[in-house]
């Protein structure tokens, strides 16, 4: 039995399994600039330290699970910093970089390894968002990569629209490696969609969402993640009808109307609106309430937020 099929079975049975928080929010946090291209992709190359660092950090507060910061490195998305002559040499150095983490904490817990890949959803602007070919040869290659460079399942995140998820999974689903995907979910003040602060991604919902990926092979969990902490709940919900897979949730901790006027959110650390540790594993408690039993972060969500989840929420 593999370190993924055990923690399975530990799912099935009803423990709750703790994953690491934001990473690419960290970095401002911790004192160095987000790139406005590639997010906390060229931040591999600058700040590698930094980046296994976070890791580290993660592993020490509870978490079972990290994921790579390869969210936004895929050749497309490199590509807007001009960077995509550099897609190999990232993807492998930020697998590296969360083996090493690995190795240095010696956690007394298996530590498994998501290679992360998500939607091509830069800044905002649907219209960079590439059609079905384009994204499965982006999928394909950084996939390829993160299998080789030794990651232990993909993290497909923050998708927005059912045609990139097809895309990605049916491109992790070609290694072989399980595939855990997360949706981001907009509320319209009365039903729930695909999309993100930046709003509603046409109009499909959380039910299209898992019809159009749930047959695939090698889906083993689907998430609501990068959504709002107080859409999470209704979201799981919602997800738990169409699905009988394991569900979880990593929702942002940040303020977005306050972020929403520099542009781009996240890249100004200091306007980051910390949720308290104990406001989030308030709401973490009625995502597991919700049935969810994989639990962790995403933007604005530190090592302080894991570490409570880690101690509130465990049931072993
Ligand atoms: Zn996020």
Redo the contacts with the bound molecule.
């Keep these: 039995m593999t370190v993924l099929d055990s923690m399975e079975a530990r799912i099935r049975a009803g423990e709750v399994i703790i994953i690491d928080g934001?990473t690419?929010?960290e970095i401002p946090r911790r004192g160095k600039p987000l790139c406005p291209q590639t997010w906390s992709g060229r931040a591999n190359l600058e700040y590698p330290d930094l980046i296994r660092e976070i890791h580290e950090d993660y592993i020490r507060s509870g978490a079972e699970v990290i994921a790579t910061n390869t969210f936004w490195t895929s050749r497309t998305g490199l590509k807007m910093g001009d960077l995509d002559d550099k897609t190999i040499e990232i993807n492998q150095l930020s697998v590296r970089l969360a083996i090493e983490a690995r190795n240095n904490v010696k956690s007394d817990k298996d530590i498994l390894i998501a290679g992360s890949m998500s939607t091509f959803f830069p800044m905002g602007k649907p219209k960079v968002i590439p059609e079905y070919e384009d994204a499965l040869a982006s999928y394909r290659e950084q996939a390829q990569i993160l299998a080789e460079s030794g990651v232990d399942f993909f993290a497909l995140?923050?998708f927005v629209r059912t045609l990139d998820a097809r895309a990605a999974v049916q491109a992790a689903g070609e290694i072989g490696l399980p595939i855990w995907i997360g949706y981001s979910i907009q509320s319209d003040g009365e039903d729930l969609y695909l999309g993100t602060d930046e709003g509603r991604h046409g109009n499909e919902t959380i039910k299209d969402a898992v019809e159009a990926v749930e047959s695939a092979h090698g889906i083993s969990a689907f998430f609501i993640?990068?959504s709002d902490v107080k859409d999470t709940e209704t979201g799981l919900r919602i997800l738990r009808e169409y699905t009988s897979l394991p569900i979880g949730a990593?929702a942002?901790s940040?303020d977005t109307e306050a972020a929403r006027p520099l542009g781009f959110l996240?890249n100004q650390g200091e306007r980051i609106i910390d949720r308290s540790v104990d406001e989030y594993l308030g709401y973490a408690k009625d995502w597991v309430g919700a049935g969810a039993t994989i639990i962790g972060g995403?933007?604005?969500v530190t090592p302080a937020h894991i570490e409570s989840l880690n101690n509130g929420l465990r049931i072993s």
């Design positions: 934001g690419g929010t995140e923050m993640m990068h990593y942002h940040i996240g995403c933007c604005g």
